[in-house]
């Protein structure tokens, strides 16, 4: 599998269901295919519980983009992959109103064994966020490693 | 919860354990730099690593740290939660403290196997996930489990060997089922079989000793021509819905009936070899005896009664059930080959490998072995029918797959039946045209020596050269010609004249679509039913009370589908025994003094009875709040995203956390975060 | 050690006599489990990482090492062996012997201050004699339970461990071994499989030739508990550059006397593979075979991504292995494609050797083996695969003929259906059970809508 190099002063955050995403981004594990390290994936039951703020909150505090990552219509809830969409649709104004550029937030239908979609998920967002930058000015404070 | 006033200000002592998985994870990530980074932490007042933080040693480890260091929140770094979430639970349990003072951070599957040529980069995104990990660990709150009555009774669906297994195991144990099959008849695709292998035992002579306990166990009911239409509730307590068609007569009038329409629809049973009546056994002895009628091809005055017109109606009944669990044994169907696929529904000489079962059988005491008409006489058997197969070298299926995994039972089922062949015809010359004998099993590898003993002519292709079947030029003795390259002999290209082709087909998953929607459980991309684990869980569905059994779940022969039936049902027994299952208590919780009682989480939320309005005392004055029923809630957290006071919450996956876990992932400063 | 009581006893600690276990167990069931060895784990504990999903072993393993450890219903009782049985009634009476570990079970801590303080270096059984292993010693670093046990033979009793255990008398040079009685009403043998001996076949150097060496050590290399943390050739030390696995080396070979398959050797040949081409990115691996077989679920898929990463395999049957000056195994084999021999050199050869059955119930047990293959005969294997032929006694996994893990685990799960159901229709019956399942009520008839 071709791994794109990044630089890595972006943060991805993607937020993936259990059943689907979280469980897809194990699979791609399972299948040692490489990816850039600037994404860190956070289970979460069903998206539907982030409200609209949420995400606005989460842009403030220096995350460079939001991958929501539910199970679409193998989501194992009634009503979450529905409520899903019509939150993330209600953020898209919200982030206009504030200058951030919508396309730093996506929702995508992974499940447990979509490994190509995740990945091409997490290469095409890092190619948007070289496009237009980080979501807000970084301090130069070094990776604690 | 958020908001609640904090309890009397225990010290939050937090553990950090970084897993090297056995080098799994140490690889790649700097474990000791993780160690340091998050000794570092806020609250944190151990961080180690250890070789394998599951074995014994390492789990003895943290318990050890919870008795004598006084640490009273453990986050562990090691792989994917749903492999050992549950084991340190465990240990954490052990330890004395409340197993969900314990929050699983993945760093195999999500750093170290992903970031191979990155370790810098996989060490600090192990940092940084660590410390989300410890930023939710500040704001675990103990938990219990849900305790819910279990019904004792399972609903076992699809009447195979392996459905009528795991309901005779269940109710061996002291818990009621409830069987349904599809079709009339019990049996599933082994009552079409004759001898079988490894034993030589007549199928249906198994079949029906297997029945016979069955139906005279007292703990299961049989409903056949049933099927899942409805399932709502959880593990411990589903309502089922069944549908079952009519039968059409009873027995007591059956003996009475005359079929006036003629016996000419072609016979399942016997793959269309034969043709049967609308009112119908599949053969003598079947269970249930009683014929049914085939409702597809009913039409009124097609049956009289005493010489009078007798008019039936499918009427089919709904009813309810209440069960604990499900066992989905819904089987298998033979590939069906495309028109054309080696010769297949162009040449009539070209069958399946489990219609030349049938073709055996109906064969009888006869003398020679006739196919349409004419003595068969050379016969060619072609192994991987709609098995092992190649993108770009196969067509693919409708779904636009191939279908790339081996069937399993084939090659010893083509085996066998040469070597029946041999036995009753032996002048007959075999042909088994093959790309690798899979006879793997015990006893099988006896067939595979018996069949070169027969003289079995055995001729071994490629996978990028496959065999051919064509028409044989008209006048030419032989109908059939098959074309191979040989590799047994150096690549020559062979051309063997036959009268029959058997495709050795292999097996696909009955459709089972609905079931899968109804239960929420998935397929695999080979579009067989999905365990969670092959070696952890290989039984279970990822939805908790759904279990597998058989070939539902991917191919096996009448010995592995019996052995996963049986493990289905001891997994069955492990839940349903006690009267009781436990749940996780990740469900929606209120806070009153937030709720202002508008009601938009109930609007939102799509699970019956799981949130209502209720009176509730808050600080001595009566209000109206949203009220969560834990056994109906699926703990999904739509209600949580709904509310504007953030008045309800999901235990144990807070908002608050989240937010802890953002700002941890994105303070720019990991450790000036700490300080603020 | 007093008598026990229990409702089953499972014999044998590997993977299936611990699934069965804790099946029983966690249905409420009195559990003894006995095994042989000073650890539980069988050769599964050993291995690196499993087919087919490349996990790694010891994560698969060690939790249920660990869950049969502590849980409630089972107790587990090690470096212990059934040497008589009895009959009674419908129950049976096992005569256990517990051999000498010189260490006092319940009061070794596992600190292993006495390993490091011994001053004699064995070859290690638990790495193939790759490593070094001491006189007194925790048998391996996952072991459970994780005690101390002494190798009474090869001790110079220089008294160096007594000295540092720092628990009073836990360290015992007289002790002896004891026997005491299990009771149980029913029995599930799990005693595994042995690994065919690399001086079986004289064709393939009768275990002389040093860079000849069997899967099972290459499991130990590859492992990261392993004895180098590197894939080395045994005779230099050197990083082989070209591997060849022989297939069927002791299966399938009626010269062997063993005419079957063993089932699992294709599939660890190819994950060995696939894991030696990561470790040693260079090197070259070739897999010579007559028939490839990844039957089970998912194991296809995994034969034909090997074929992708580009190791090679080899139609062909090596008839013998010799060695060159340089100690460099040389096959010799007839390819079947082309019908040619050829001679081919190779740094390493890997024997995949087959599955033996481990031990025969016959005498202790009364339970008949097969006669064609030596595993516990079934009495009804399609329709009940873990009945024997003796009532209350049930089999599992390789006990039963050559499985890999998934279909062991599966078996075990069965076998625990078989003797729980077995166990309850006999309390049913109010204990007077012939070890038959009592017939219940007249048939009954199915509904009809
Ligand atoms: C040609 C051939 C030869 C074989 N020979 C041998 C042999 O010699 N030895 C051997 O061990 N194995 C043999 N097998 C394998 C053996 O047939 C299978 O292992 C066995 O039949 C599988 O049983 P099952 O119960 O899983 O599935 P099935 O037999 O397919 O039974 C599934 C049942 O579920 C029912 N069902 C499906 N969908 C639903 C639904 N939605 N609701 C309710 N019911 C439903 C079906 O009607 C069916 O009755 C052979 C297979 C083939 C194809
Ligand atoms: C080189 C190699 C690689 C492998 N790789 C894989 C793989 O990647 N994936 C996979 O699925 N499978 C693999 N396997 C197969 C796997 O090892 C077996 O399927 C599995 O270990 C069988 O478990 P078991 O419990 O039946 O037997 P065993 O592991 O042999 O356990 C039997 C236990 O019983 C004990 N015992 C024996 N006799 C007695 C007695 N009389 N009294 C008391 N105790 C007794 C033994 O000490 C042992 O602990 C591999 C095998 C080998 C040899
Ligand atoms: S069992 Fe044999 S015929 Fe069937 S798919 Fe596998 S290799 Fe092919
Ligand atoms: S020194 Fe003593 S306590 Fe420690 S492992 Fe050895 S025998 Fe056990
Ligand atoms: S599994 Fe493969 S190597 Fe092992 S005996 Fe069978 S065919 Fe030979």
Known sequence: ????????????????????????????????????????????????????????????????????????????????????????????????????DTRRLRLAAICTVCTKPFLNEVIQMNHVLQEIGPVRQKRNVPVPV | MPDKEPLPAEEIRIGVYTCQCGGNISDVVGCARVVKAAGELGNVVVSRTNLSLCSDAGQALIEADIKEKGVNRVVIGACAPSLH?????????????????????????????????????????????????????????????IRLKAQKHALVIGGGVAGLRAALDIARRGIKVTLIEKSPFLGGHMAQLEQVFPTGDGARDLLKALIQRVVSHANITLYTQAELVGVQGVVGDFTVQICQQSRGISDDRVTAVNVVAPANLPDEFNYGLTTRSVLYQPYPGCYPATPAIDWAHYEDGCLELNGEPLHLQNKPKTFDLAVGAVVVATGFRPYEPPIGEYGYGVL?????????????????????????????????????????????????????????????????????????????????????????IRTYGRGHELYYNLASENRVRFLRFHDDELPEVLAAPAGEEHPALVWVTDYLTWGQSLELPVDLVVLAVGMMPNPVDDIIKLLKINAGSDRFLAEVHPKLRPVETAVPGVLLAGTAQGPMNIQESCAAASAAAAKVAVLLGQGYVE????????????????????????????????????????????????????????????????????????????????????AEDLFALELA | ????????????????????????????????????????????????????????????????????????????????EVVALEQNGASYRAQINKKPRYVNEESCTGCRLCEYACPLDLPSAFDMGLGAQRVIRVPFSTAVPQKAVLDIDNCILCGKCENVCPVADCIDFTQTAVTFEIHADAIVLATGFELTPTDAKAEYGGGKLRNVVDALTVERFLAPTGPYGHVLRPSDGKEPESIAYVQCAGSRDISLGVAYCSRICCMYAIKQAMLLSGALPLADITIYYMDIRTFGKGYEQFYQNARAMGIEFVRGKVARIHEDAAQNPVVRVEQIDDGSVVEREHDMVVLSVGMLPSYNPGLIYNVPVAADDGFVAQSAANISPCLTYQPGIFVAGTAAGPMDIVDSIVMAGAAAAETAAYLEERRAVGMAGNGRSPQTTSVKEVSYA
């Open chain 1, 1 to 100: 599998m071709a791994v794109e190099t990044v630089k890595c002063d972006f943060k991805i955050l993607i937020l993936a269901t259990i059943s689907g995403g979280y469980a897809g981004a194990d699979s791609v594990g399972q299948l040692h295919t490489d990816y850039p390290a600037n994404v860190y994936v956070l289970p979460v039951v069903c998206p539907a519980m982030f409200p609209e703020d949420f995400y606005l909150r989460t842009f403030e505090r220096g995350i460079d983009a939001i991958l929501v990552m539910y199970s679409g219509t193998d989501c194992p809830y009634k009503g979450g992959a529905e409520r899903t969409a019509v939150i993330i649709n209600h953020v898209y104004p919200l982030m206009e109103t504030r200058g951030i």
């Open chain 2, 85 to 145: 979430e549950q084991t340190f639970r465990g240990t954490v349990a052990r330890a004395g403290l409340n197993p969900y003072f314990y929050n699983h951070v993945g760093i195999r599957e999500q750093a170290s196997w992903v970031h191979h040529d990155n370790p810098d980069g996989a060490t600090a995104k192990a940092i940084r996930l660590m410390a989300a990990g410890v930023a939710k660990a500040r704001l675990l709150e103990p938990l219990e489990p």
């Open chain 2, 348 to 436: 009539p000489e070209v069958i399946t490998l489990p219609a030349f079962i049938r073709l055996l059988a109906l064969a009888g005491e006869d003398e020679r072995l006739e196919f349409n008409g004419r003595a068969v006489k050379n016969i060619a058997f072609v192994h991987c029918v709609g098995s092992r197969q190649l993108d770009g070298l196969n067509e693919p299926q409708p779904d636009g797959q191939v279908n790339d995994y081996c069937s399993r039972v084939c090659c010893t089922a083509t085996l066998q039946a040469t070597n029946e062949l041999h036995q009753r015809y032996p002048a007959i010359n075999v042909f088994d045209v093959y790309e690798d």
């Open chain 2, 583 to 666: 749940l996780e208590p990740f469900v929606a919780i209120v806070n009153p003094a937030l709720c202002d009682g508008s009601g938009e989480c109930i609007k939102e939320c799509c699970y019956e009875d799981a949130i209502s309005m209720q009176p509730v005392m808050v600080n001595g004055t009566e209000k109206v709040t949203a009220v969560v029923c834990a056994a109906n809630c699926a703990g999904c957290g739509v209600c949580v995203g709904a509310c504007p006071n953030r008045a309800i919450d999901l235990q144990g996956w807070t908002l608050k956390q989240y937010e802890a876990m953002v700002d941890a992932l994105a």
């Open chain 3, 1 to 80: 050690m007093k008598n026990l009581q229990v409702d089953a006893l499972v014999v044998g600690g590997g993977i299936a006599g611990m699934q069965s276990a804790l099946d029983l167990a966690d249905q409420g069931f009195h559990v003894a489990l006995v095994e042989k060895e000073a650890s539980i784990g069988g050769k599964m504990i050993s291995l690196s990482k499993v087919f087919p999903t490349l996990d790694c072993c010891s994560c698969i393993t060690t939790p249920k090492m660990s869950a049969v450890a502590h849980h409630e219903n089972i107790t587990l009782l090690t470096y212990c």
